[in-house]
Nanobody, 129 residues
Framework: QMQLVESGGGLVQTGDSLTLSCLASGFTLNWYAIGWFRQAPGKEREAVSCFVDGRPDYAESVKGRFTISRDVASSTVRLQMNNLQPEDTGRYYC????????????????????????WGQGTQVTVSS
């Protein structure tokens, strides 16, 4: 059974850093697309970052501040978040697309738009001004 468990959220001040972790179980990270999403109260969920076939991608709003990384040995995907801003506040989720080949085989590496099927419970990030 595939499972994703997020951790690392917290309350920080503007300009601080946090690293979120997503521990994956029941599958091997190598073969799947992993994404980080966030949802703020009253807003739609948005894609933040993703990783497929060794290629990371980021939403424009976090480029240059967030870094996604994958550690296959520990089955962990991390999101390093620097220079956090109040607008980064939200619940952060990691998600899995178990069939990225349906996209990559036609050259589509825009993993921010992939149809993610498995989701974790999320971890809260709050950035105070």
């Amino acid at each position: 059974q595939m499972q994703l468990v997020e951790s690392g959220g917290g309350l920080v001040q503007t300009g601080d850093s946090l690293t979120l972790s997503c521990l994956a179980s029941g599958f091997t990270l190598n073969w799947y697309a992993i994404g980080w999403f966030r949802q703020a109260p009253g807003k739609e969920r948005e894609a933040v970052s993703c990783f497929v076939d060794g290629r990371p991608d980021y939403a424009e709003s976090v480029k240059g501040r967030f870094t996604i990384s994958r550690d296959v040995a520990s089955s962990t995907v991390r999101l390093q978040m620097n220079n956090l801003q109040p607008e980064d506040t939200g619940r952060y989720y990691c998600a899995l697309d178990p069939y990225p080949v349906r996209k990559t085989r036609v050259g589509d590496y825009d993993c921010l738009t992939y149809p993610y099927e498995e989701w974790g419970q999320g971890t809260q990030v709050t950035v105070s001004s």
